[in-house]
């Protein structure tokens, strides 16, 4: 008999959904950032997850490169898996394998105002970032593809960055609409955002991100994690190991503060830090050990991940089709609400044919 039948119904868990943008191997920045929520998420047991690989969001600023996607997939799911996403808990799906989205987002792009998709502060960031003369209206949709994502599967709590808590809102404010316009079909999702929304890169600018070349990789080689903390920035203003040095902005100390699980070890090395008893070295050593500890398990599950070839597909393939008919049972409450629910018989007509 089932826990369920023994004890009385279960509270129906809450939904979470969030989505990965595939940009190759991931790095520490992403897991503190946001996969450690995930996984404290998932493995609580409270939600019922889903988590989405968003190729079509790569491809907004990615056209050129659209060949590419296929191997970023490939290796971020690697590590998505790696640090402990399990398929048997989760639902972990290919948004591309999912037509009902491509068709809730052109539905909801009645819903949007161009103004309103305009005002998205990351669309500024993104056109800015990359030079581009104006945004495709592929990447001014970006918002309105990822409540798509969101309340395709009635998302309701949604681990992010926290730059995407715009999008977050946006989402809400489709499902209000929606839900005002023709009947109660969303719930309002609401972000989360994990421990450390900005990790500092190795050469101590704000954000660790690929493409300044500023990351450790949850796939990088013990030697390498070593070379890469060894020549890291530090505190600028401390030129001798005896000098007092500082520890808040010190990206080394936040590393430790982030993955360093010998908290003594953290304290006393902050504490003799701040008086000038001890060197960078050190201190950079032992974050090199700790660095190793938490990635050496992450490390194996992925070599035997990799070891395993069909196993991805499979992964993909079993959490793209749970997904599906979530995103199917959703499409018919949205056209039932919306009265799009004409020519029945020629629907099913055609949806049995192909
Ligand atoms: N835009 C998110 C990012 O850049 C990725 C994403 C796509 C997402 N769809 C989503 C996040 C749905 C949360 C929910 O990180």
Redesign the pocket.
Known sequence: MTEARKNGPVPSRKRL?????PTGRYHLGNYVGTFEKDLELQNSGQYECFF?V?DY?ALTTGYETAREIGDDIREGVLDFLAVGIDPTRSTLYLQSLIPEVSELFLLFTMLVAKNRAERIPTLKEQVRDLKLESASLGLLN?PVL?AA??LMVRGEV?P??KD?LS?IELTREVARRFNTLYAPVFPESEGLVGRFPKLPGTDGSPKMSKSMGNTILLSDDPETVRKKVMSMYTDPTRLRATDPGHVRGNPVFTYHDAFNDNHEEVAELKARYTKGRVGDVEVKQKLVAALNRFLDPIRERRAELERRPGYLEEVLADGSRTARLEARETLRLVRDAMGLNYFPAARARVESAV
């Open positions: 959904l969030t989505g990965l943008r989405l968003a969001h970006y990822q994502d969101i949604v992010v960055g995407q999008h």
